[in-house]
């Protein structure tokens, strides 16, 4: 990301918006330290040219929030806690309940080419290759996902590699993330504009998990977490100013798109005789 700012459209509510958010980045921009990519967080890096995942499960889903506020779920909010792991690192975790099947929230999730629409801050996206992974979780689905989000105007791109966890007998499922290290040795162009793969991000380790609410079975527990580190202090210092409310917008996003089924499956059973009884 780079910061460019013209002078003459200042007039512009939205420029001049961006313009003061930004001032008061750069203000306090020194108490950032960057030191660029650290060689441990390339070992997380998948290897773009293998089908291995090289992080565990449990490597990127620990509990962040220690407890989980019923009170607070079951009148709809969205848990959120967000702690600074060290000068570059940056660790996330939300937490709200979905009126939907587990499998149904799994399915939309995966349905990568409406990230543009389902996601928040998402510019464009593409699915470079599918394949089944070897080594650890052999035999799991997998996606090499590129994508470019875009906060307070600024972009960000990255190349991650997805596995797909399905438990169907228990109702569980998961998918956790990594970026995929030296993207254009996957593919040479990624963007509309054919530009270059590439990760501006050190690190992006994450996971959704869909499972049944223990409080009510008709309602998903969703926990959405990242790890996040910027390559410089101004994506570290974006992530933190916004980083909460983009969070808590992904499952309150899936919780949209899946209700018209639900409005659906409403007028469904008012048009039949039970449905016209109660009417009645």
């Not at 399905?166 to 109702?171: G, I």
């Not at 916004?242 to 808590?248: D, L, N, V």
Request: proline share 4%; glycine share 8%.
């Amino acid at each position: 990301m780079c910061c460019k700012f013209g002078f003459r459209d200042m007039n512009n509510g939205r420029t001049a918006f961006r313009f003061l958010i930004w001032s008061v980045i750069l203000a306090i921009g020194w108490l950032v330290p960057g030191d660029g990519l650290a060689s441990a967080r390339k070992n997380l890096c998948a290897d773009g040219r293998t089908n291995t995942m090289p992080v565990q499960w449990d490597q990127v889903s620990r509990k962040i929030i220690a407890h989980l506020d019923k009170d607070r779920l079951e009148r709809g909010e969205v848990l959120c806690e967000i702690k600074k792991i060290d000068p570059q690192t940056v660790a996330a975790q939300s937490v709200g309940l979905i009126k939907a099947d587990p499998a149904e929230c799994f399915k939309l999730v995966r349905k990568y080419n409406l990230y543009v629409q389902l996601m928040p801050n998402t510019v464009e996206n593409r699915v470079i290759r599918s394949f089944t992974l070897e080594g650890d979780y052999a035999g799991a689905e997998a996606v090499d996902f590129w994508t470019r989000v875009s906060v307070l105007g600024f972009d960000t791109r990255y190349l991650l590699r997805i596995a797909h966890l399905s438990e169907p007998q228990s109702r569980r499922f998961r998918s956790f993330w990594t970026l995929v290290d030296n993207p254009t040795q996957v593919a040479g162009g990624c963007g509309s504009e054919k530009t270059p793969c590439e990760n501006d991000l050190a690190l992006n380790l994450g996971s959704h998990q869909f499972e049944p609410y223990s409080g009510n079975p008709n309602y998903t527990l969703h926990t959405y977490t990242v790890n996040l580190a910027g390559k410089n202090w101004l994506q570290q210092a974006a992530f933190q100013l916004g980083g909460s409310k983009t969070m808590q917008e992904v499952t309150q996003r899936i919780r949209k798109a899946l209700l018209p089924k639900e409005k659906e499956e409403g007028q469904r059973l008012l048009s039949g005789p039970v449905g016209r009884l109660i009417l009645e």
